[in-house]
């Protein structure tokens, strides 16, 4: 099957119900999507599908065909990080770090939509998105900030 990831196409020969998450991460390489729950409850394995922030856990990757993926490595463009990216880096909003990427594309499906959320609306977006360091203060004030 092919699938276009970060503006690339790859074909695959995988069975149709693998996880966009293990295509990903097995087959080509980009692991910074994370495995956490495997039940797309907790957010880490995030992925952008046609602008849509989505669980590759429980995503077949047989469903993502003639659609745009951009995993974590895509957001960097030309050495320069996405204003997503850098507002976390300077609000700290990094402690483990293991959420961070599915944080980062969740808050750039919400960015994307709506350029300016406030606070209410960024929490309600984030929903989903589950960080054991607890620090949503600073991942919060990261996403108005960029």
Not at 54 to 78: F, M, R, Y
Request: hydrophobic letters at 35%; one cysteine or more; proline letters at 4%.
């Amino acid at each position: 099957m092919k699938i276009n990831v970060n503006s690339t196409d790859y074909n695959l020969d995988v069975p149709d119900n693998t996880s966009l998450l293990d295509a990903l991460r097995v087959h080509l390489n980009l692991t910074g999507s994370k495995y956490g729950c495997g039940e797309g409850a907790c957010g880490a394995c995030k992925v952008l599908i046609d602008g849509r922030a989505v669980a590759s856990c429980i995503t077949p990757v047989a469903s993502v065909q003639n659609k745009s993926i951009i995993t974590i490595e895509g957001l960097e463009k030309d050495g320069k990080l996405h204003p997503v990216q850098q507002a976390f880096l300077d609000e700290d909003a990094f402690q483990c770090a293991y959420c961070s990427s599915g944080m980062i594309i969740s808050a750039v499906g919400l960015k994307t939509k709506n350029p300016k959320p406030s606070r209410q609306q960024v929490i309600e977006a984030m929903q989903g998105n589950i960080c054991r360091c607890c620090v949503y203060p600073r991942i919060i004030n990261a996403i108005i900030k960029a």
